[in-house]
Nanobody, 125 residues
Framework: QVQLVESGGGLVQAGGSLRLSCAAS????????MGWFRETPGKEREFLGA????????SYADSVKSRFTISRDKSAITMYLQMNSLKPEDPAVYYC??????????????????WGQGTQVTVSS
């Protein structure tokens, strides 16, 4: 199994930027896809975007694709989420996830095998 550790969360002013990192370890040779999700109290975990580990192709939710960018560093086995123009509705716990081998819907929570512990993002107005 792949272990994931997120970092980079914190407090930022509305309109500001923040970059989250997700470092993978363990059976990282099996990585097929990694994704970012966020969760707020009382709501389902929301898909933000995903990246194909082999070729770096990304997919995004419509709600964030103009502001958020996913990248990955294969040598560091790390995925990033660059968040720009943060809004008051963006505060949440942000999670990264990993899918080993192939298959599954990249936007579906259930298709991922491993999850990080989450990192809190707070936006002040």
């Amino acid at each position: 199994q792949v272990q994931l550790v997120e970092s980079g969360g914190g407090l930022v002013q509305a309109g500001g930027s923040l970059r989250l990192s997700c470092a993978a370890s363990g059976r990282s040779f099996s990585l097929y896809r990694m994704g970012w999700f966020r969760e707020t109290p009382g709501k389902e975990r929301e898909f933000l975007g995903a990246v194909s580990w082999s070729n770096g192709v990304t997919s995004y939710a419509d709600s964030v694709k103009s502001r958020f960018t996913i990248s990955r560093d294969k040598s560091a086995i790390t995925m990033y989420l660059q968040m720009n123009s943060l809004k008051p509705e963006d505060p949440a716990v942000y999670y990264c996830a990993a899918k080993a081998y192939g298959g599954g819907d990249y936007s579906n929570v259930g298709s991922y095998d491993s999850w990080g512990q989450g990192t809190q993002v707070t936006v002040s107005s």
